[in-house]
């Protein structure tokens, strides 16, 4: 499959059911999206409520009503985030490690015991690829990421884990 990704204004509404995977992309393309985004019939899990955390500490400003999710501010590329704790969602690491190497300060992600299990290396090479600088022991978290992306073409396996590809 090959894939083109171009900047470009996205307008609408869509309609998901409840879904984990759903919220953590609708939650994180909210952020970076701008201002005022309202995602409803989200699946609220600690998974989830990692995700929320994340971007908030990529300075979103998000409030949480039942089951809607309101960012009301996006995340402020350039924000002081020294440390960004996951929890154990691979979901969130994975894709918040995508949104670290757009920041030019270095960030840390990391998670509990369990996501310091999990491979990351063929994304950390992807965004080496283009410019990323990516500290990490054996391709798994605690990882460093350096940003100011150069952008370019990115091959990754899309067998491994289709998180490695919403992070890109």
Known sequence: MNCKVEKSTIRGEIACPSNKSY????IFLASLAGNNSKIENVLLSADTKATIEACKKFGA???VEKSTIIVKESIK?????????????GTTIRIAIGIAS????????TGDESIQKRPMQPLLDAL?????????IDGKPPIKIKGEIAGGEITIPGNLSSQFISSL
């Open 23 to 26: 919220t953590h992309r609708g």
């Open 61 to 63: 400003i998000i409030e």
């Open 77 to 89: 590329i350039g924000a002081n985030v020294p440390e960004i704790n996951t929890e154990n969602s």
């Open 102 to 109: 757009l920041f030019s300060e270095e960030i840390t992600l």
């Open 128 to 136: 080496s690829s283009i410019g990323a600088k990516c500290i990490s």
